[in-house]
């Protein structure tokens, strides 16, 4: 079992910047490939972005690309969502999580663990 919690989130004008902590309670972290997702009100929950084990291998939805930075400190149990020139539509819960399925899995249901959400709020 694997217990996810997030912090980070708040409210943000449109251009700056907030960072998002994911802390990883229970099994080797380190055993995991770790994701970020986000849900907007009325909307599905969509993939964000990604990162391997060792940290190797981001990848980022194509809205995220070049604004958004996932990292991992597997001797903190922590993943980071670094995101940058936020903009009124990245407004959503964003939620943590966590597979062992294999890497580079973007589908939601492939994944076993996941937080509780921090909300993003980016205003105009």
């Known amino acids: 079992q694997v217990q996810l919690v997030e912090s980070g989130g708040g409210l943000v004008q449109a251009g700056g910047s907030l960072r998002l902590s994911c802390v990883a309670y229970?099994?080797?972290?380190?055993?995991?490939?770790m994701g970020w997702f986000r849900q907007a009100p009325g909307k599905e929950r969509e993939f964000v972005a990604l990162?391997?084990?060792?940290?190797?291998?981001?990848h980022y939805a194509d809205s995220v690309k070049g604004r958004f930075t996932i990292s991992r400190d597997n001797a903190k149990n922590t993943v980071l969502l670094q995101m940058n020139s936020l903009k009124p539509e990245d407004t959503a819960v964003y939620y943590c999580a966590a597979t062992d399925r294999g890497w580079g899995l973007i589908q939601s249901g492939l994944y076993d663990y996941w937080g509780q959400g921090t909300q993003v709020t980016v205003s105009s």
């Open positions: 990162i391997g084990w060792s940290g190797a291998g981001p």
């Open positions: 229970g099994r080797t972290f380190n055993n995991y490939v």
